[in-house]
C-alpha cells in the first residue's frame, strides 16, 4: 500500500470552489462585521492581550489552517497574491518576504490574526481559531520566508560563532555561557521581540561577533535563533511521551486465519502529513501495546493489522489533555471472490446538458453485508483480480473517476468497468465516483443503464433548462430545487429502485449552441465585481467539470437536505439546520478517516473536504441568520 504523501501542499493550487468559500468567509464576515462594529476598530497591538504558546508552535500543524483561512488574501506561498487580494483596501503581507517580517515579532502576528484588522477586510479569526491554533498558523506563515536549506546555513555559523554561550539548542548554557544569557527557547521572551530587536541586542553586546558576514549570513543566523522557538514544517514533529495506545484484533469470519502474530502497525499523523510510525506483534489473546506516544492533542493516530495482503484499520485515535491511555480494535476478515453480500446502498446521478453533450456523474456507496472481504478475481481481458463491476452506456467518452484512474486501479472491458479494490464488510465501505460525457447530435437522446446489484436507495438530478423535457420511467418528478440560481429535476423511483434505468430527454443543447447558464454567469460577475460585498456561489452548475464528481456529491446533499426541508416544513427550521450542520461535520470526519486509511488519494480528500466545507458554511450562515430572524421576531 503506498504511503500517505503530505497532501497538504496541494492546497497552492487555488480551485474555483476553494476561491468561493474563501471569499465568502472574508468578504462577508469582514464585511458584515465591519458594517456591525464601525464604531469599534481593531484594538492596537498589546502585548498583554497575547497568550504565550504552551509548547513551541508546529508549522506543519498550521499549514492546513493557513491554506484554508489565509492564503486567499496572502496567497498559498505567502506572497501576497491570494484570489481575493485584489479585493482588499491595501497589499496583503507577503510572508515570503523576510522584509516583510523584519521587524514584526511573532506576537503581533497573533494579535492581528486573533483580533483582527477591520480596516484591511482581516477578519477576527478568536472565533474560529482558538489560541493554539493561532500559533500553528502564524509558526506557518513565519516559516514560508525561510527554507530548510537556509537553515542549516544559519545552523552552521550559529555552532562556529555563537553555541558555545547561547548553547547548542539557544537554552542559554553553553560551556562558556555567562550567568545572565537569554534562553532563546522562553516562548514567552521569543515571542515578543521582532529578528530587528535580536540584531539590535546582536550589534550592541557584540558587534564583533559576525563582522565579516554578509547581511544575508546574518539574517539566517537570527532565523536559526527563531526556530528554537517553532518548529518549522520540515522539523521532527514528533516527541515521545506517556501515551499508551492497547487495542485488540478479533477475527471476524467464522474459521479465519488465528491473529497471534500478526504485525500491528501504529501511525502518527499531523494534518494527515505522517509524523512517526510504530510496529508490534499481535500477542496470543490478540492484543498489541504502544507506548511511550505523543499525547499531543494535535497528532492523530491510525492502527492497521495486514491479514492475507489487505490492510484493515481502526477508528482515527486522539489524545485529550486528559488522557494517557487510549483503546480500540481492529477486525480482519477471511477473503472471497463471491459478490453476493454486494449492493450498493446510495446511487446518485446528476445529468448536465451541455452543447452537444450531456455530462453525468455517479455516486455510488457499496455495502457489503457478508462476513468476508470481496476480493474478486482475475477475469478475461484484466491481470489482477476485479471486484466492483460497474455498467456505462456504449457511447460514453473521456470516463474519469475521482479517486483512480481507468487502466490502473479502474479497469474496462466492454461495457463494464471494474474496481480492482477489495470491499471490506460493513455499510458504504466503498465509494466510487465518476464521470462521463454522452455526446449527441440533434436536440433529443435516449439512453439506458442497467445495474449489477441490489440498489437501496436512488435518486437523479437533471439540470433544468428552458426547453427541456424529461421522461424517466419508473420514476416520479419529486420536486424542482433551486440552488445559486439553477433549478434541477430530483426524480425518484415510484417504488423500489430499479435495477435498469431508462433516460429520454428533449429539447437539449446542440452543438454551437450558447449555453444561457454561462451567459447569465458572465453578467452575474461583471455585475458582482461593482461591488465590494460580492459573493462567489459555493456551487456553480456549469463550473469546470476538472472538479469531478465532487460537484455531485456537494449537490445531491445540499439538494436532497432542500427537499427534506420543504417535506417537513411543520417542524423547526432550526433544528433542521442543526441536523444538517450536524451531518455535514460528521461527513468530514468520515472522510478524514478514508483518507488516512488510504482509502481515497490526496488530492480528491483535499478537493472533497474543501467541498464539504462549503456546504458547512453555507448551512452555518443559513442558521446564523436563522437564529438572528428568531431574536430580532417580534
Known sequence: MRPIQQM????????????????????????????????????????????????????????????????????????????????????????????????????????????????????????????????????????????????????????????????????????????DLVDFTDLTYAMALSQADWQTGWQNAHPELGADWTPEQQRLVLETIRAFSYKPPWANAYEPGSGVITGTVAQGTPGGLAVAGLTANLEAYINFAPVAAFTTTVDSAGIFTFTTLSTDATIDYLVSVASEEIRYTSPILKFTPEQTQLQTGVAIYGTTDDDAALRVERLHWIIDPRPGALVVGEVLSFSNDGDRTFVGKPITGTEQAVTVALRVPADAQELTFENGELGGRFQQVGDLVYDTTPVVPGQGTRQIIMRYFLPHEGGSYDFQQAFRYPIDQMTILVAELAQLQVEIPGFTLASRETLQGQTYQLWQPEGVAPTEVAVQLAGLLQAGDADPRAVAQTEGTQSAATTSTAVVPLLTPWAPWSVGGLVVVALVGVVLWSLQQRRRGGQDRLQELHSQRDELIGRIAHLDDQHAIQDIDNAAWQRERAHLKAQLLYITNLLAQQQSDKRTAP
Open 8 to 179: 497538504l501542499r496541494v492546497y497552492a493550487s487555488q480551485q474555483w470552489w476553494r476561491r468561493g468559500a474563501a471569499l465568502l468567509i472574508l468578504l462577508v464576515a469582514a464585511t458584515a462585521y465591519q458594517a456591525v462594529y464601525a464604531q469599534e476598530p481593531s484594538p492596537e497591538f498589546d502585548l498583554s492581550q497575547v497568550t504565550p504558546p504552551t509548547s513551541p508552535p508546529l508549522a506543519i500543524a498550521g499549514e492546513a489552517i493557513y491554506q484554508e483561512s489565509c492564503a486567499p488574501c496572502h496567497g498559498a506561498q505567502g506572497m501576497g497574491d491570494g484570489p481575493t487580494a485584489a479585493q482588499l483596501p491595501g497589499p496583503a503581507t507577503a510572508f515570503a518576504d523576510p522584509t516583510a517580517l523584519w521587524e514584526r515579532s511573532p506576537a503581533q502576528l497573533f494579535h492581528t490574526t486573533k483580533f483582527g484588522r477591520i480596516e484591511k477586510l482581516m477578519p477576527p479569526w478568536q472565533n474560529q481559531l482558538d489560541d493554539t491554533q493561532i500559533w500553528q498558523a502564524v509558526a506557518y506563515a513565519w516559516s514560508l520566508h525561510t527554507t530548510q536549506r537556509d537553515l542549516e546555513t544559519g545552523d552552521e555559523l550559529y555552532a562556529q560563532s555563537c553555541a558555545n554561550c547561547h548553547g547548542a539548542e539557544g537554552a542559554g548554557d553553553g560551556p562558556e555561557a555567562s550567568t
